[in-house]
């Protein structure tokens, strides 16, 4: 029997040019941008055939998994950068805890073709709704 999919968190290698910093590539078949704005988040998404490789550029982000029932925090940090590697079937949101729209890279890996459903939000289920209020509400 295989053992369930796991979210792996990863060290950033980097290497360091001058006064520049530059992050080790990651495997993947393309790389997105996106933007956590400020507003609560109450959604999740679950891609069936991607495993999303997500790093923060700036801002400051608590991603949220849901696994085994539970919702599951990962601060994430541009000063304690790190790769976070989610594969298909968790799904996963994320609450932004500063002032001002956060910015992350996801270097992703596809495992087939791209599903539609995999980029519509999904809602939070009613039994996670309270922890979810919890976490938006909770410092950051």
Not at 103 to 125: K, T
Request: hydrophobic share 40%.
């Amino acid at each position: 029997m295989r053992s369930p999919a796991r979210v792996e968190i990863l060290p950033m290698q980097a290497s360091q040019a001058g006064s520049t910093l530059f992050s080790s590539p990651q495997p993947s078949d393309e790389t997105l941008v996106a933007t956590v704005g400020t507003a609560p988040s109450h959604e999740l998404f679950c891609h069936r055939k991607q495993t999303d490789q997500l790093l923060l550029l700036q801002g400051e982000v608590d991603l949220v998994i849901l696994q085994n029932k539970q919702l599951h925090t990962i601060p994430m940090r541009v000063e304690q950068a790190c790769w976070v590697r989610i594969p298909p079937g968790i799904p996963h949101g994320a609450i932004n805890r500063g002032g001002s729209p956060a910015l992350m890279v996801n270097a992703v890996q596809r495992h087939g073709e791209p599903d539609p459903r995999d980029y519509r939000p999904l809602p939070i289920p009613i039994s996670l709704q309270q922890a979810w209020i919890s976490l938006v509400n909770a410092p950051g």
